[in-house]
């Protein structure tokens, strides 16, 4: 079974920028969960998808957005870019329940210049 | 103040050599993830504990969960250079909607 897939790989952005990252979650998998990595902050939830719907958010301010497709496949947009918006974004896809365990895509290093 | 604290932060140690890597939560522990991270990678999942007291082995790699004291150890048995990388301790903590991770252990493997 194909693992979580996350493109692009790598990202160059100015300041002011919009940019889209996917996620398309393993198959079957009805919940796709966005995180944010940083060196200082480390593994920040972003926010979760279920069936097409937001389940949970974290505490990013609002040009930080997702959204979910029929097929589970997910984006998230990330508007007005900044400096400190650089970050190795990571998808993570489960089944859907709380206690499922969440798999992980490879990331996407975004890098604002 | 973090949720999940994980120590040490980083660890070197010479190969072959045994280690242990704790994540302790301020909360009560539903449940408790280990995953393993190589620079600028994705999180490899490695085990899940649910219950207190349960035990998981992977190869070298065994963690542990202690529910009274909020409390998991991972622990590699003869290291290689194979098993350098980050690892993550991620739970599901009382109170939260979301999987909450520690800071990472970064492990390096001198031969």
């Known amino acids: 079974k194909a693992g979580v897939t996350q493109t692009p790989r790598y990202l160059i952005k100015t300041r002011g920028q919009q940019v889209t990252l996917s996620c398309s979650p393993i198959?079957?998998?009805?919940?796709v969960s966005w995180y944010q990595q940083t060196p200082g902050q480390g593994l920040q939830f972003l926010f979760e998808y279920f069936s097409e719907t937001q389940r949970n958010k974290g505490n990013f301010p609002g040009r930080f957005s997702g959204r979910q497709f029929s097929n589970s496949r997910s984006e998230m947009n990330v508007s007005t870019l900044e400096l400190g918006d650089s970050a190795l974004y990571l998808c993570?896809?489960?089944?859907?329940?709380?206690?499922?365990?969440?798999?992980f895509g490879p990331g996407t290093r975004l890098t604002v210049l | 103040s973090q949720e999940l604290e994980q120590s040490p932060q980083s660890l070197i140690v010479q190969e072959g050599k045994n280690l242990t890597i704790n994540c302790t939560s301020s909360k009560t522990l539903y449940g408790l993830y280990w995953y393993k991270q190589k620079y600028g990678e994705g999180l490899i999942f490695l085990m899940m504990?649910?219950?207190?007291?349960e035990e998981k082995s992977h190869e070298k790699i065994t963690a542990k969960l202690d529910e009274k004291k909020q409390q998991s150890s991972l622990h590699i048995t003869a290291s290689q250079p194979s098993h350098a990388g980050i690892y993550l301790c991620g739970a599901d903590i009382q109170g939260a909607q979301k999987l909450v991770f520690g800071q990472g252990t970064r492990l390096t493997i001198n031969p």
């Open positions: 504990l649910q219950k207190g007291g």
């Open positions: 993570a896809s489960s089944f859907g329940q709380t206690a499922d365990t969440q798999y």
């Open positions: 198959s079957g998998h009805r919940s």
